[in-house]
């Protein structure tokens, strides 16, 4: 059972490929099960709770199953302390996410006698050994790296997943490799910290670096038919270099995702993010519209953070109503125990945050529809197709600006990236039809 990001998708399949190859076989029910997985998430306290009331219910339906827990909550699971009365359950081993690679060779942790989150794990210094062949979706996460260390008052991430390790670039390019010749047409980039890969370790160089080998061995064999997607990347590392490979890059997606957070320098300093500003993004974005005449712009956005004034969701708003978004996740402050910024003053009232997220949504809404109006002017776009709807047999996939295309199968055989032209839009996204 798997919560959160994509880098825990990643790793979740790399334990089940690992696992297969032990002689596993993935069960349908948990009653079936011999060992149990609870691949946590702890960004959110919801997250951490989402944990907590997984394993009561996995208990109360396997209860002669080993049940493990492991990801980020882990680490926060010992020093939690039940309600009086309250129904509780705990796993039979707890693996704390740096020594999560333990599970790829022993599924039931069988050689831990106590749950390890009792003891401190020593840092990683070398990128686990995890590897994937295929993937659930469609468009597989390709993990690049792990760990954060920038410590934003409001995350929780560099306690439970501890320092930044890098992949070494040739493992990155043989897994990228490898997903592509198996028939998959897209491929996210993805890690905790993109920004920060290839800190630990400088012959590695940074993630544009990184990008830039992956076109120059790739490209030749693979552009046209198969392509890069970049998971998040902050305004600071959009800098004129960054830009050059972008522009010149014929794999990655013409689409960019960024962690903005907010628009108000005095909101970002709190959170401890001071080290960028809109207009680094608003600059950048510019430049790449000289090269990408289309593109998808989406960013995650914070409101209601403490201390956050009118003036400051003023700014907000007018810093989205003059950018190109072409949607958002847009998120309410929630208090997350154990970091600097649930201890500040000036924590807004519920009924605020939920009210200024509304009011942001609203906005970004029409930017979504503004974007998605616009697409219906392109001749062509290449759709990365996903799942069939059960019901209606619709298909689903994105576009290369990440816009949700839907479309009629109608009983083709699809593989690698395929052409389409948009003939209309739907409440969700647009509706396409096949050019091949």
């Not at 990228?176 to 996210?188: H, K, M, N, Q």
């Amino acid at each position: 059972m798997t919560f959160g990001c994509k880098v825990n998708q990643y790793e979740s399949q790399a334990m089940r490929e690992a696992w297969e190859k032990l002689g596993g076989t993935e069960c349908e029910t948990p009653d079936a099960a011999d060992v149990i997985c609870v691949n946590s998430c702890a960004i959110t306290a919801k997250g951490e709770r989402d944990a907590r009331n997984a394993i009561f219910r996995l208990r109360r339906k396997a209860p002669s199953a080993r049940l493990v827990l492991t990801g980020c909550a882990s680490k926060l699971f010992q020093n939690y302390r039940p309600r009086p009365r309250a129904i509780w359950a705990e796993p039979d081993v707890i693996i704390p996410q740096q020594q999560k690679s333990l599970l790829l060779t022993d599924p039931a942790a069988s050689a831990q006698l106590q749950p390890l989150a009792q003891t401190e794990p020593a840092e990683n210094t070398a990128f686990p050994p995890f590897r994937i062949s295929a993937f659930r979706r469609s468009r597989p996460v390709l993990k690049l790296q792990d760990g954060c260390t920038h410590r934003c008052t409001y995350c929780i991430v560099p306690f439970t997943r501890g320092a930044t390790i890098s992949r070494p670039p040739e493992e990155v390019l043989s897994e990228a490799r490898r997903l592509f010749e198996a028939g998959y047409a897209e491929i996210v980039l993805s890690g905790v910290n993109l920004n920060q890969y290839g800190r630990d370790n400088p012959s590695f160089g940074d993630f544009w670096d990184l990008l830039r080998m992956l076109e120059n061995d790739l490209t030749e064999k693979f552009a046209e038919r198969a392509r890069f997607r970049i998971s998040s990347l902050e305004p600071s590392q959009l800098h004129a270099r960054a830009l050059v490979i972008l522009k010149a890059s014929r794999m990655v997606c013409p689409h960019l995702h960024i962690a903005l957070q907010h628009a108000s320098p005095a909101v970002l300093k709190r959170m401890g993010r001071g080290h960028y500003t809109g207009r680094m993004l608003t600059n950048a974005v510019a430049a790449l519209a000289e090269h990408w005449l289309v593109m998808g712009l989406g960013a995650d956005i914070l409101v209601g953070f403490p201390g956050e004034t009118e003036e400051d969701m003023r700014l907000l708003l007018a810093y989205i109503e003059k950018m190109p978004f072409s949607y958002a996740h847009v998120f309410p402050w929630s208090s997350r125990p154990g970091t600097a910024a649930a201890d500040f003053d000036d924590q807004p009232a519920r009924h605020i945050k939920y009210a200024r997220a509304a009011r942001v949504r609203a906005v970004i809404e029409q930017c979504r529809r503004r974007f998605l109006q616009s697409q219906l002017a392109l001749p062509r776009m290449l759709v990365a197709a996903e799942s069939v709807g059960e019901k209606t047999g619709v298909r689903r996939g994105v576009n290369e600006y990440y816009a949700p295309c839907f479309f009629q199968n109608r009983g083709k055989a699809l593989s690698g990236l395929v052409a389409a032209k948009p003939v209309g839009l739907t409440k969700n996204g647009i509706f396409v039809e096949l050019t091949i």
